[in-house]
Antibody
Framework: EVQLVESGGGLVQPGGSLRLSCVAS????????MNWVRQAPGKGLEWVSY????????EYAESVAGRFTISRDNAKNSLYLQMNSLRDEDTAVYYC???????????WGQGTLVTVSS | EIVLTQSPATLSLSPGERATLSCRAS??????LAWYQQRPGQAPRLLIY???NRATGIPARFSGSGSGTDFTLTISSLEPEDFAIYYC?????????FGGGTKVEIK
């Protein structure tokens, strides 16, 4: 069974940093590219970042470019999102999602809540 | 950036009725469009990929159609578990973008 488990969320002050992790199991992690998608409270879905299988291709939403860094460790079956210079508007549930061969997000974790507030 | 506009924002229907949801793209996305379902308190779930293909385990009452800029998700006969929010998403171009969602609620 495919499982994605996020962790690392919490309360942080504006300007602070957090590192999110997503541990994958039930599939060969190194063969799949991955995305981070977020959802602000009561709002819709917003794509955040993408990383290819070997980390050679990385993309960011304009809203986070220059502040967030996506990475992965295939030996540890793990995906990461380093978030710096956090703003109030970064408050959201952050989901990691597996990108399948058709380019769609076929499996999602349950999310981790990041709250940016003073 | 490709903007996806979903309509209506809310659809009030009874169990057993047919639901028709629309997603319009600001420019052509060919068939690179997916539909996701999100129930309260849960992560999104892939329903339809490449505009018209049901994902693994998705019931036949869900169907998708369209190409280019106009897409439709149809639920032929609503079951109680289908009352949720539905999002479309394109992956032809970066950034990936989602529509604002359509909430299907019980009338």
């Amino acid at each position: 069974e495919v499982q994605l488990v996020e962790s690392g969320g919490g309360l942080v002050q504006p300007g602070g940093s957090l590192r999110l992790s997503c541990v994958a199991s039930g599939f060969t992690f190194s063969r799949y590219s991955m995305n981070w998608v977020r959802q602000a409270p009561g709002k819709g879905l917003e794509w955040v970042s993408y990383i290819s299988t070997g980390s050679s291709l990385i993309e960011y939403a304009e809203s986070v470019a220059g502040r967030f860094t996506i990475s992965r460790d295939n030996a540890k079956n793990s995906l990461y999102l380093q978030m710096n210079s956090l703003r109030d508007e970064d408050t959201a549930v952050y989901y990691c999602a597996r990108r399948d061969s058709t380019g769609n997000q076929d499996h999602w974790g349950q999310g981790t809540l990041v709250t940016v507030s003073s | 950036e490709i903007v996806l506009t979903q309509s209506p924002a809310t659809l009030s229907l009874s169990p057993g009725e047919r639901a028709t949801l629309s997603c319009r793209a600001s420019q052509s996305v060919s068939s690179y469009l997916a539909w996701y379902q999100q129930r309260p308190g849960q992560a999104p779930r892939l329903l339809i990929y490449d505009a018209s293909n049901r994902a693994t385990g998705i019931p036949a009452r869900f169907s998708g159609s369209g190409s280019g800029t106009d897409f439709t998700l149809t639920i032929s006969s609503l079951e109680p578990e289908d009352f949720a929010i539905y999002y479309c998403q394109q992956h032809i171009n970066w950034p990936l973008t989602f529509g604002g969602g359509t909430k299907v609620e019980i009338k």
